[in-house]
T-cell receptor
Framework: DAGVIQSPRHEVTEMGQEVTLRCKPI?????LFWYRQTMMRGLELLIY????????DSGMPEDRFSAKMPNASFSTLKIQPSEPRDSAVYFC???????????FGPGTRLTVL | EDQVTQSPEALRLQEGESSSLNCSYT??????LFWYRQDPGKGPEFLFT???AGEEKEKERLKATLTKKESFLHITAPKPEDSATYLC?????????????FGTGTSLTVIP
């Protein structure tokens, strides 16, 4: 059974460019979470979807960040325009309605030059 | 004020030297406390869920316990392959839905 899938695994871009990160949750899971991890701040929740609907986006740092979940098997996190301070590892996680446990993907390491 | 605090930040142990990692929390209405292991370059891997004070869970050399204010992850006779960052997270009634709040982790190094 495949786990959470994220792409790309690594992304290097220049300041001002648009970046799109992708996530496929575990089949049957109805909650999806986007996190950002840095050395300074640890793991921070950016946004949380339930049944494809954004429930809480209070962790999204600013308007440059946006997230969508067009269907139960796909979500994107977009940064436009990107800035060097956005450099971090971005994780996607999913959980089912029955279990509270969140299962994480391998992450996308983003470097903005 | 941080709602989840982990200590120590880093821990070095000799192989076979048992120790404990601490996760203290200040949230009210705890719905669950979760332990994860994270290896470099990988996503957090689920270890345990604890729901109520007094509960204990075990897996190989790891044992997690929970009180009303903190959780401990006890590591018995660790091996080098136990080296990783251990994260705890809480899920509370004051949060929306299934949100977690993570601590900053304890980096464990086990020396052969």
């Amino acid at each position: 059974d495949a786990g959470v899938i994220q792409s790309p695994r690594h992304e290097v871009t220049e300041m001002g460019q648009e970046v799109t990160l992708r996530c496929k949750p575990i089949s049957g899971h109805n909650s999806l979470f986007w996190y950002r991890q840095t050395m300074m701040r640890g793991l921070e929740l950016l946004i949380y979807f339930n049944n494809n609907v954004p429930i809480d986006d209070s962790g999204m740092p600013e308007d440059r960040f946006s997230a969508k979940m067009p269907n139960a098997s796909f979500s994107t996190l977009k940064i436009q325009p990107s800035e060097p301070r956005d450099s971090a590892v971005y994780f996607c996680a999913s959980s089912s309605a029955r279990a509270d446990t969140q299962y994480f993907g391998p992450g996308t390491r983003l470097t903005v030059l | 004020e941080d709602q989840v605090t982990q200590s120590p930040e880093a821990l070095r142990l000799q192989e076979g030297e048992s120790s404990s990692l601490n996760c203290s929390y200040t949230v009210s209405g705890l719905r669950g406390l979760f332990w994860y292991r994270q290896d470099p370059g990988k996503g957090p891997e689920f270890l345990f869920t604890l729901y109520s004070a007094g509960e204990e869970k075990e897996k190989e050399r790891l044992k997690a316990t929970l009180t009303k204010k903190e959780s401990f992850l006890h590591i018995t006779a660790p091996k080098p392959e136990d080296s990783a960052t251990y994260l705890c997270a809480v899920q509370a009634a004051e949060y929306t839905g299934n949100q977690f709040y993570f601590g900053t982790g304890t980096s464990l190094t086990v020396i052969p």
